[in-house]
């Protein structure tokens, strides 16, 4: 018993003291952060898998400069010294992340992925699911005709259950 507990404790030690470097974001756009793991989370959410996929290939400083180039192909006004879509995406991460901080995961939750990738809900309401034992559920609702509907876990967290 106590060879496998020092053997545990062992592999325990060794795996806490391992940790991937992290990639410091130093290029042109000035993200919310310059954490480039997170980042990359939140391009998880706006980008398509083909270009998504690039990235994640890619490795340090070949990342900042894809992103760089990423977010100048897109931007939709090429003659202002803005990019107004990135301001937008920067805008909704920094709210998302004021929201949706603590218990529910911050830029993990459900909600913070739709809020960055469709915005803030036109309308925002709760209701009972009758077919589930009278589950509350959270429902955002988007001039555009999306409905995403969230339920509260056994963790707090809120859950989207439908996409």
Same mark, same amino acid.
């Given at each position: ?15 806490? =003291?391992?940790? @991937? ?10 993200? *919310? ?11 998880? /959410? ?16 070949? @990342? ?6 990423? *977010? @100048? ?22 709210? =998302? ?20 990738? /469709? ?8 209701? =009972? ?10 429902? *955002? ?16 967290? /809120? ?5």
């Amino acid at each position: 018993m106590k060879n496998k507990f020092i053997l545990f404790f062992s592999i325990f030690l060794i795996s806490c =003291s391992i940790k @991937k470097d992290d990639i410091i974001y130093d290029g042109t756009m000035s993200f *919310w952060t310059k954490d480039v793991s997170e980042i990359e989370l939140v391009m998880s /959410y706006v980008m398509n898998t083909e270009d998504y996929r690039k990235l994640k290939r890619l490795d340090g400083s070949e @990342k900042i400069i894809f992103l760089d180039d990423y *977010w @100048k192909t897109i931007d939709p006004d090429i003659s202002t010294d803005k990019n107004e879509l990135f301001d937008e995406l920067s805008n909704r991460v920094l709210e =998302s992340k004021d929201l949706f901080s603590g218990i529910d995961g911050g830029l993990l939750s459900d909600r913070a992925r739709i809020y960055i990738m /469709y915005g803030p809900p036109s309308d925002e309401f709760k209701t =009972s699911s009758y077919t589930n034992n009278n589950i509350e559920i959270l429902v *955002w609702k988007y001039k555009s005709g999306y409905e995403f509907n969230f339920i509260i876990d056994s963790f707090g967290r /809120y859950k989207l259950i439908n996409n």
